[in-house]
């Protein structure tokens, strides 16, 4: 059974469908294993230290190299539109395959805050360090767009649960001290994409994918540790999203 009846699947769910011929193709599983480079953006969001005090956390960025993620996913892969398998000629939507995929994601985010951002004045000199640890389960729809001899042109797309870790260090400066926490908070993220697939032979194909995903309504919450023994505590903050782009290659196993 020939993998690749064009579905390429993103970030770890790539529909393939490789070539088809005068035979109808098949259905088939497949096994889906990527990663990657990745870059992040989040949201800006208001921090509430003290009953006193509100930070303003500023949008922060994370480069592309600053942060990296991998996918491990199941397909089925289901022929549309009489498909054929080992076919010369440019196939359209030759199959469509549901996917559910794994995703870790994980990067350091940097960007400005503004202390006492409730208060008129200028305190926005100093900065923050937010590492980002995400896990996500997908429930992904590749669709395959085109298909011609070995190669596969695909788009892709889910919604499923994240669960997200925050480690937030706010850097402190002559007049104020260092501020860091720890806090886990999650909700569910939505993706989008589309990628190409290379079916180097009957079972296995190389996948090359761009995928976009956003987390939605995110909290910072936790008890802070100033750095000299004693805490901030009931810490909380208004919701935030956050977002990543990331580029994978990776292998698919049809079975």
Not at 16 to 43: K, P
Not at 122 to 146: E, G, W
Request: hydrophobic share 40%.
């Amino acid at each position: 059974m020939k993998i690749y009846k064009g579905v390429l699947l993103a970030s770890s769910l790539l529909l393939t469908h490789s070539a088809f011929a005068d035979d109808d193709a098949d259905s088939y599983l497949e096994v889906i294993l990527m990663g990657g480079i990745a870059n992040l953006d989040t949201q800006g969001t208001n921090l509430q230290m003290t009953p006193v005090q509100t930070d303003a956390i500023e949008p922060g960025t994370a480069d592309f190299g600053d942060a990296w993620t991998v996918q491990l996913g199941l397909g089925y892969s289901i022929p549309l539109f009489d498909a054929e398998e080992d076919s010369d000629e440019v196939q359209w939507f030759p199959a469509i395959e549901p996917q559910v995929n794994v995703y870790y994601l994980e990067g350091d985010v940097d960007g400005n805050v503004d202390r006492y951002a409730d208060f008129s004045g200028n305190f926005d000199d100093t900065n923050y360090t937010m590492d980002i640890k995400s896990t996500r389960v997908m429930f992904d729809l590749a669709l395959t767009i085109a298909s011609y001899e070995e190669f596969s042109l695909y788009a892709i797309g889910g919604i499923g649960p994240s669960w997200n870790s925050f480690d937030l260090t706010e850097h402190g400066n002559d007049c104020v001290e260092e501020v860091g926490f720890d806090n886990n908070d999650g909700n569910l993220a939505y993706e989008f994409g589309g990628g190409v697939t290379y079916a180097a032979s009957e079972e296995f194909g190389i996948s090359l994918q761009y995928l976009y995903t956003n987390f939605l309504d995110l909290e910072l919450e936790q008890n802070a540790d100033l750095g000299d023994g004693s805490t901030l505590s009931d810490i909380d903050s208004d919701n935030f999203d956050f977002s990543s782009q990331a580029l994978v290659l990776g292998l698919r196993y049809a079975f």
